[in-house]
C-alpha cells in the first residue's frame, strides 16, 4: 500500500512511503552469522539460505531423491557454516567440492536439528545427529566399541539392529551408516549403567537371562516384540543382582567315561579347563541353547523324563535304560524324542552348541537369603495389624479382608508364624476405618502386593530415584510429606523392571 500523496505537493516524492512485496520474505536464519569460508558454499554452486520453494511439493516431486529441507551444515573446526535447502541425490558432488576447499568433513543436520537453540552444538553431538556427511563410504558410528563390549557375533547384532549381516561387516553409504550409527548408539544408552560396571559385561547372557519382571521374557525376547520402552526402564533401573551372576555361559557336550553307565548333558564353561568347567545339568535348571551365532534353539527348566525310550540292555535284559544316537543315557528333556534332545549335546567339536545354564541350587539360596531379610523388612515397616483386626475394626469378615488385600484394596504380607496369616500395616489408614487414596494406584503401579511392596517402599534410598534426590530417606517417607506422583512413577519404573 502506498501513502496517497497531497495534490499540493504534486511532483514531490513523499519521505514516508510505505512499499508492501508480495510473495514470502527472504530466508533469514537469525540466530546464524555468515562466517568467512561461508563463500566457499557460494563459489561452489551452493548460495547460503537457498530455497526450494513448496518443501512438500519438492519432495512428491523427487520422491526418490533424499530431501532435506531448511539443512543445517556443520564441520569440526568451524561449527555451523551453512543452511539451505539440500537435494543429496543432486548436491552430494559440490559438497564434496567444499569439503575439500576447506579441508574437513561436512555434516548435514535436519532443519530443528541444527537451527535456533541448536545453533552452536558441541561437535560430538553434531556428528551424532548428522543425516549425511562428506568423505564416502565408512563404518557406521560405534559399530567396532558395540562389538568390542559386548563381544556379540555379527549375526546377533544384525537382528539386533533390524539390518542384513553384511551391513554390519561391510562400509555403507553415508546416510545408512549414520542412520545405522544413531539405532547403536540408542541401544548402549539402555545398558549404559550396566557398561559401566565394567569392560567385562557380557551382554549375550543378559539378554537371554529371562527375567521375572518382564512375566518370564528375556530382555531379547522384549526387544524383538518391539517393546522397547520396557527394556529401556529394564535397563535404567535393574541394578546387578546375585542372581545374574550365578549364570554359566559355554559349550554344550554330551559326556561320556567309564563308570558313568551312560552319557550326561553337561556345559563346559569359558573360564576354566579340564574337570573344573563340567557343569552337570540337572532337574530344575534353567537352560538355554544357541547356536554359536545367537541363534536360540530352545529356552525352559529342565524336567528329566527317564522313561521316553527305554530298550533293554544287550547282556542284561532285565535292566532298561534310555538311548539315543548310540549313546546309552540317563534322561531327556520332557516333550523331546531321545535323538532330538541328543542332538543338543553330541556332536562335532566344531560344530558344538553353546548354552547358558542357571542352577537351581543358586536359586534356592537367593529365595533363602530373601526369606531371611523379612524380620528387617517388617522391622523397617512398623506397626501392623492381622486380618482379624482389622475385620473387626471395619466391621467385615477375616475372610472378605484376605480378599480385599488379594484384590489389591489393601496392602498386606503374610506374617513370619507357621500360620501364615495376613497382616496389613498401620500407615495406609488414613484414619480408623479407610485408608489411603493413594493405596490402590501404588498397588496397581507396582503390580505386586505382599513383602516386595513391603521392602519396595521401606528400604533407604540414596541418589537419584524417579528423578529426585534421595538423602537415606524411604519412599514410605515421601509418601507421608505427600510426594505422592513420585513414589507412583518409581513404582511404575520398578514394575516394568
Known amino acids: 500500500m502506498k501513502k496517497r500523496p497531497n495534490p499540493s505537493e504534486k511532483g514531490k516524492i513523499p519521505v514516508d512511503a510505505i512499499i508492501v512485496l508480495n510473495g514470502p520474505p527472504p530466508p533469514i536464519d537469525a540466530e546464524f552469522k555468515p562466517k568467512d569460508n561461508t563463500a566457499v558454499f557460494s563459489a561452489c554452486g551452493l548460495p547460503l539460505g537457498r530455497c526450494f520453494g513448496s518443501k512438500?511439493?519438492?519432495?512428491?516431486?523427487?520422491?526418490?531423491?533424499?530431501?532435506?529441507?531448511?539443512?543445517?551444515?556443520?564441520?569440526?573446526?568451524?561449527?555451523?557454516?551453512?543452511?539451505?535447502?539440500?537435494?543429496?541425490?543432486?548436491?552430494?558432488?559440490?559438497?564434496?567440492?567444499?569439503?575439500?576447499?576447506?579441508?574437513?568433513?561436512?555434516?548435514?543436520?535436519?532443519?530443528?536439528?541444527?537451527?535456533?537453540?541448536?545453533?552452536?552444538?558441541?561437535?560430538e553431538e553434531a556428528s551424532r545427529r548428522a543425516r549425511w556427511c562428506t568423505g564416502g563410504v565408512l563404518r557406521p558410528p560405534g559399530l567396532c566399541r558395540l562389538f568390542d563390549q559386548s563381544k556379540m557375533p555379527a549375526a546377533r547384532a544384525a537382528r539386533l539392529f533390524g539390518v542384513s549381516e553384511r551391513k554390519l561387516t561391510r562400509r555403507l553409504n553415508p546416510r545408512e551408516a549414520l542412520e545405522l550409527g544413531r539405532k547403536i548408539e540408542n541401544w548402549t544408552e539402555y545398558i549404559a549403567q550396566r557398561v559401566a560396571h565394567g569392560p567385562t559385561f557380557d551382554w549375550q547372557t543378559w539378554l537371554h537371562h529371562p527375567r521375572v519382571n518382564l512375566q518370564g521374557m528375556t530382555p531379547w525376547q522384549c526387544l524383538a516384540h518391539g517393546q522397547t520402552q520396557g527394556l529401556r526402564l529394564l535397563s535404567q533401573s535393574l541394578q546387578f543382582d546375585e542372581s545374574y551372576g550365578h549364570i554359566i555361559s559355554g559349550n554344550l557336550n554330551g559326556r561320556f567315561e567309564t563308570g558313568l553307565e551312560g552319557a550326561v548333558w553337561a556345559l563346559e564353561d569359558d573360564e576354566n579347563k579340564g574337570y573344573a568347567s563340567m557343569h552337570l545339568i540337572e532337574n530344575g535348571d534353567h537352560l538355554i541353547i544357541l547356536t554359536q551365532k545367537g541363534r536360540v534353539l530352545w529356552e525352559g527348566e529342565i524336567e528329566c523324563d527317564r522313561k521316553t525310550g527305554r530298550r533293554s540292555r544287550p547282556f542284561n535284559p532285565k535292566f532298561r535304560q534310555q538311548a539315543a544316537l548310540g549313546y546309552w543315557i540317563h534322561w531327556i528333556q520332557k516333550g523331546f524324542n531321545p535323538e532330538q534332545w541328543a542332538r543338543f549335546f553330541i556332536r562335532r567339536k566344531n560344530d558344538r552348541l553353546r548354552g547358558m545354564l542357571r542352577k537351581k541350587a543358586k536359586v534356592d539360596l537367593l529365595t533363602a537369603r530373601g526369606e531371611a531379610a523379612k524380620p528387617l523388612i517388617e522391622a523397617r515397616s512398623g506397626a501392623s495389624i492381622s486380618s482379624a483386626e482389622a475385620a473387626e475394626r471395619l466391621g467385615v469378615s477375616d475372610e472378605t479382608i484376605r480378599m480385599l488385600v488379594k484384590n489389591g484394596a489393601y496392602i498386606g504380607y503374610r506374617?513370619?508364624?507357621?500360620?501364615?496369616?495376613?497382616?496389613?500395616?498401620?500407615?495406609?489408614?488414613?484414619?480408623?476405618?479407610?485408608?489411603?487414596?493413594?493405596?490402590?494406584?501404588?498397588?496397581?503401579?507396582?503390580?505386586?502386593?505382599?513383602?516386595?511392596?513391603?521392602?519396595?517402599?521401606?528400604?533407604?534410598?540414596?541418589?537419584?530415584?524417579?528423578?529426585?534426590?534421595?538423602?537415606?530417606?524411604?519412599?514410605?517417607?515421601?509418601?507421608?510429606?505427600?510426594?505422592?506422583?513420585?513414589?507412583?512413577?518409581?513404582?511404575?519404573?520398578?514394575?516394568?523392571?
Open 415 to 497: 506374617e513370619l508364624s507357621r500360620k501364615a496369616r495376613v497382616r496389613l500395616p498401620e500407615w495406609q489408614f488414613a484414619g480408623h476405618k479407610t485408608v489411603h487414596p493413594w493405596v490402590r494406584p501404588l498397588i496397581e503401579s507396582y503390580g505386586n502386593n505382599g513383602w516386595a511392596l513391603i521392602d519396595f517402599l521401606t528400604i533407604p534410598r540414596h541418589g537419584i530415584v524417579a528423578d529426585s534426590e534421595f538423602s537415606g530417606e524411604s519412599l514410605l517417607h515421601r509418601l507421608q510429606t505427600g510426594c505422592i506422583q513420585l513414589v507412583l512413577d518409581a513404582a511404575h519404573k520398578a514394575n516394568l523392571a
Open 56 to 123: 512438500s511439493g519438492y519432495n512428491k516431486r523427487h520422491r526418490r531423491h533424499f530431501f532435506i529441507p531448511n539443512a543445517n551444515v556443520f564441520t569440526r573446526k568451524h561449527g555451523k557454516v551453512w543452511w539451505g535447502d539440500l537435494d543429496i541425490y543432486r548436491d552430494a558432488k559440490a559438497l564434496e567440492r567444499v569439503a575439500r576447499r576447506l579441508g574437513c568433513r561436512l555434516y548435514v543436520l535436519s532443519e530443528y536439528d541444527g537451527r535456533f537453540d541448536n545453533a552452536k552444538l558441541p561437535f
